[in-house]
């Protein structure tokens, strides 16, 4: 029979999403499971955003909407990202996508040529390896362990893009980190950036709104404007305003790859529907309570997470500053065995294993996201199961032996 083009063979499902169905599988055959591990931020967006979708569908045109994004969305965004200090943008250097990621793999296939090469720090977000892999681009991961507070430095940015690569993807606040840039370490990555004008810079900053402590958020194009003709600002509602599943990302950049995009959009979705978009323009430009609340008691649920964390002996956890995720490293435990269940432990895969069948908890094995002495916990459950959760995880360090 004919075969499947080579392109699939390099696609892989998502390790985030395979755990995530485990643990569902565990919890209908009635296990009593508290899952830490989608990033999902388990909220649900203000009552304008339901009402702006009503109207919507009651006022529903029935006709095609813009490759770009309608207007007032567009705009929305326009007026989202100048509050972010980003500005002097129009229109024309905007795009929206299906979500985030939809956007990043339309910039991988806009920007990447089969062979090119895309440099990004590791720990990385699982899709970042998956989109380069499908576009068959070669990948330079820049290795940030815990000793440097899984944070990029520019003597290793500065090596990396002297290789010239095509794209630099940079994400801040990180996952699965939760690890956030100061405008300090900002300005001095952006320093290195302007040595090397042959590369692209995508800047994915989904969490821009989740910072904590007051660190704020920075971006390249703040410290140096001059890098606004080659940095694309990625962005999503998924997870400011609690709507993974509406599917709306946008990109701010050059206009030449705005349109690149919005050239791909029509070649596949056409538009996004008139129904998410009247959502979109609701959440970005209606009340910011519920964001707001999110992000404290994000900073309060992340306070909770790292007292456990640090109380434990043999882990090493930087303190995340944004984002939702706390990512520990969990290798002291390997070579040890779980006392009540005679399982062994060799790795992160076998930790998260065994945690989840001993004590019905999920996290991702930080191989996943290129740190196998990790694991990421994600802690947007219901507040209720947040202590429950991180006792079940003490308990099982004390296990080992």
């Known amino acids: 029979m004919p075969q499947l083009a080579s392109r699939i063979g390099r696609a892989k499902p998502s390790a985030i999403m395979q755990i995530a169905e485990k643990?569902?599988?565990?919890?209908?055959?009635?296990?009593?499971?508290i899952s830490f591990s989608i990033g999902v931020p388990n909220f649900l967006p203000g009552e304008h955003v339901y009402e702006a979708a009503r109207n919507a569908l009651s006022h529903d045109s029935g006709q095609y909407g813009s490759n770009?994004?309608?207007?007032?969305?567009?705009?929305?965004?326009?007026?989202?990202?100048?509050?972010?200090?980003?500005?002097?943008?129009?229109?024309?250097?905007?795009?929206?996508?299906?979500?985030?990621?939809?956007?990043?793999?339309?910039?991988?296939e806009a920007l990447l040529d089969e062979g090119d090469t895309i440099a990004f720090p590791t720990p990385y977000w699982t899709s970042y390896l998956d989109i380069a892999e499908i576009v068959n681009a070669k990948v330079e991961l820049l290795p940030c362990p815990p000793e440097q507070d899984y944070k990029l430095t520019p003597a290793q940015l500065d090596a990396a893009l002297a290789k010239k690569p095509r794209v630099?993807?940079?994400?801040?606040?990180?996952?699965?980190?939760?690890?956030v840039y100061t405008r300090e370490e900002i300005d001095a990555l952006a320093e290195v950036i302007t040595k090397y004008p042959d590369t692209w810079i995508i800047t994915?900053?989904?969490?821009?709104?989740?910072?904590?402590d007051g660190v704020g958020y920075h971006n390249f194009v703040h410290s140096r404007p001059e890098l606004k003709d080659r940095v694309i600002f990625v962005d999503s509602l998924s997870k400011t305003y609690g709507m993974p599943g509406w599917r709306v990302g946008f990109m701010a950049g050059p206009e030449s790859v705005a349109q690149a995009v919005v050239t791909l959009n029509s070649n596949h979705i056409t538009n996004i529907p008139e129904i998410a978009t009247a959502a979109a323009v609701a959440a970005l430009t209606g009340p910011q309570d519920v964001p707001q609340a999110k992000c404290a008691e994000f900073q309060a649920k992340r306070d909770q997470v790292m007292e456990v964390m640090n109380a434990i002996p043999g882990v090493v956890c930087p303190r995340p500053q944004g984002a939702f995720y706390v990512f520990p490293d969990i290798s002291s435990t390997f070579g040890k065995t779980h006392g009540p269940t005679g399982k062994a432990i060799a790795n992160d895969v076998d930790f998260?294993?065994?945690?989840?069948?001993?004590?019905?908890?999920?996290?991702?094995?930080?191989?996943?996201?290129?740190e196998p002495r990790a694991m990421r916990i994600s802690y947007t459950c219901p507040t209720p199961q947040l202590a429950p959760g991180i006792e079940r995880i003490r308990e099982f360090f004390a296990e080992l032996a």
């Open 168 to 179: 630099f993807l940079f994400n801040n606040p990180s996952n699965p980190t939760g690890m």
């Open 68 to 108: 770009r994004g309608a207007d007032a969305m567009i705009d929305a965004f326009l007026e989202h990202i100048g509050k972010l200090g980003l500005t002097g943008y129009g229109r024309v250097n905007c795009a929206s996508g299906v979500g985030a990621k939809h956007v990043l793999y339309n910039l991988g």
């Open 204 to 212: 994915d900053d989904i969490y821009n709104k989740m910072v904590f």
């Open 23 to 33: 643990a569902k599988r565990l919890k209908a055959e009635g296990r009593d499971i």
């Open 352 to 370: 998260c294993s065994v945690l989840l069948e001993a004590k019905g908890v999920a996290c991702v094995p930080g191989s996943a996201f290129g």
